[in-house]
């Protein structure tokens, strides 16, 4: 403690005084020791989720329709392989895991002998799955339409001619695979 004389005249007088700035000093340390060594507990695996508890699924949640056909155009190079040769591929009709048959044709835009997938294969079997669905879309058969990066767009919307054509109204195209990092 520190002391303070003071003199009034004949009298003096003694006064302590506290040093209360260390002291702070040292409790705002300790303060700040005590809150960053100290651990909070972390719920582990705990969801809490808030859902109400009077109430079912909803009748706005459209079923899911497991009946759809998927065609896909995928571009091969003449082993039947996957190529990313523009130039040296063709393009390959498959729905499900069956592969159409190709045929030769002469291109009328480019005056080129060109093989492409037997249409009116893909024609008669469109309905026939029309023929055969029993879902529940009101729209009638799912159709989804998979042409991969490379496919000419022609072959493309010859497949939706098909589609069009076996009077088919539920066709969506496929979104195009993103890799993943």
Known sequence: MKQKRQAHGAESETRA???ITPMIDVVFLLLVFFLLASRFKVAEGELKPYL???RG???HIPPIDLYEVRLKLLWHDDQNRPTTDRKAGHVVLKLSNDVYPDKTILDPVT???ETVPDWEA????LLDFKQVYR??????????????RLVP???VV???DQCLRADLENITFAAPKIPLE
Do not use: F, M, N
Not at 122 to 125: E, I
Not at 135 to 148: C, E, H, Q
């Open 17 to 19: 005084e506290l040093a």
């Open 52 to 54: 109400p508890k009077d």
């Open 57 to 59: 699924a909803g009748s």
């Open 111 to 113: 005056g080129k002998l």
């Open 122 to 125: 893909l024609y008669q079997d």
């Open 135 to 148: 879902g529940t879309s009101p729209k009638g058969l799912p159709v989804i339409i998979d042409a991969r």
């Open 153 to 155: 767009w022609k072959h």
């Open 158 to 160: 010859s497949a939706l």
